[in-house]
């Protein structure tokens, strides 16, 4: 009752093994001589001395706890010892088999504890292998889903160098050389930040972004990822941070890109970048033209991979499951504005470390 009352006291911190360990071993004694006193094992309150050796038993590490139980075994046998000699023969034999069946329900009960502990043991022993395997899969697939990301972002630059490649063969123009050098330079960035990516994975680090360095980080990358691409920027969200890894700066600009490359076939529609935060949620919305035949992957977009000549194919799923990772949702939706024109919106949404 001591150790509870302590518990209830100080409900932030729970008292050490050793401490409990005192005040339990001070209950059993106090109880069992006042027990004693007051008829010993004919007392029908003496089943009360089996709970403090039951919290006892199941609180208290292996060696303390079969210490409790040794204690409360003497305190209970030493009262034939005490038994007072004006009892009969036969009060005489009911306290000794009221003793020895303590003694036998105390042992009962350590061993059924014992029993249960073991079991629990094993539990939390398969449930930590559990979680460390779900820990490496959940790495295993932050560095899959960046390594596609780098597929997905190397292709372009990798295709235009093969075009530069042959058309360099065939007209002999210098041009061709140096642009091919600004794709190559283009691929080792992705290389060199993919490296960082994996690194800050198997590491399990994060990184605390500021949310105009956030954009001003995705102005640069779409700038030279799609710099024909036309991108209308509005910001509204204050200086808030957000905590994430490295993969959350690749995921938003793929939204982007792909928002770019879902162009009709006039090229000539803006993309619309808006951020903003609300309620401790920081949010990028990204509008783009709606081309024909389009609306039928606004319902699947992000949940599988599919085949999509006008972007939003694997990028899309890829950056969908690197959010759902960093707790955030990514949603597709198609909106008729006042115009009566239908366009995408993408709408991400991040927890922030801002209350």
Request: hydrophobic share 45%; charged share 15%.
């Amino acid at each position: 009752m001591l150790l509870l009352l302590v518990t209830l006291i100080n409900r932030k911190k729970p008292p050490s093994w050793w401490l409990a360990f005192f005040f339990i071993a001070v209950e059993i004694t106090a109880m069992n001589l006042l027990i004693t006193q007051f008829g010993a094992a004919t007392n029908p309150f003496a089943i009360i001395l089996l709970v403090p050796l039951v919290i006892g038993l199941t609180l208290l590490p292996l060696l303390p706890a079969a210490i409790i139980l040794l204690l409360s075994v003497v305190l209970q046998l030493s009262q034939l010892a005490t038994a007072p000699v004006s009892h009969g023969h036969a009060m005489a034999q009911h306290a000794a088999g009221m003793v020895w069946g303590f003694v036998m329900t105390s042992v009962l009960l350590a061993a059924v504890v014992a029993y249960f502990r073991w079991q629990l043991a094993q539990r939390e022993g398969s449930l930590r292998q559990l979680r460390e395997k779900q820990l490496r899969d959940e790495q295993l697939l932050a560095i899959g889903t960046a390594a596609a990301q780098l597929t997905h972002d190397t292709a372009t630059p990798v295709q235009t160098l093969s075009l530069l490649i042959e058309e360099f063969l065939d007209t002999g123009d210098i041009r061709c050389i140096e642009e091919a050098n600004e794709q190559i330079s283009q691929m080792a960035q992705a290389l060199s930040q993919w490296r960082e990516i994996a690194n800050d994975v198997r590491e399990k680090k994060t990184t605390q972004y500021q949310s105009h360095d956030l954009v001003d980080a995705l102005k640069h990358t779409l700038a030279l990822a799609r710099p024909e691409a036309q991108i209308i920027w509005k910001t509204d969200a204050p200086h808030i941070s957000l905590t994430a890894d490295r993969t959350l700066l690749p995921a938003l600009s793929n939204i982007i890109v792909n928002a770019c490359e879902a162009q009709p076939d006039d090229k000539t529609h803006t993309v619309t970048v808006h951020t903003y935060a609300h309620e401790g949620v920081w949010f990028m919305r990204v509008d783009n033209p709606l081309w024909k035949d389009s609306s039928v992957f606004v319902t699947e977009l992000g949940t599988q991979f599919m085949r999509s000549d006008k972007g939003y194919g694997i990028g899309a799923a890829l950056s969908n499951a690197t959010i759902e990772k960093l707790n955030g949702t990514v949603s597709w939706q198609q909106v008729t504005g006042a115009t009566g024109a239908s366009h995408i919106q993408t709408t991400v949404s991040l927890p922030t470390d801002n209350d």
